[in-house]
């Protein structure tokens, strides 16, 4: 049988983008003009899915207390800036 991967996120938008419910039109991602940044991060997303039989959930942050802590855990809060990624 065909392994299923389940993604989990705590951001409703990301969520939406990858599952391709927000933000596109005609099967054509339309970036929103605040968030322009994340094609490049949203292709290579669809490209790592390709052939993957996938499923997407929101879990809103106050409902993941333990992924929330884990994501700050070595952020320190007072240093705030982006954080840009590339392969």
Known sequence: SK???HIYGDSSMVCKMVAKE???KNKQWSPHPKYPHLKKLLDEIHILLTGVFYSISWIPREQNFEAD???K???PYQHKQTVTMGY
Do not use: P, V
Request: hydrophobic letters at 60%; zero cysteines; aromatic letters at 16%.
């Open 22 to 24: 927000w933000g596109w």
């Open 3 to 5: 392994e299923k991967l």
């Open 69 to 71: 802590a884990l994501s």
């Open 73 to 75: 855990a070595h952020i």
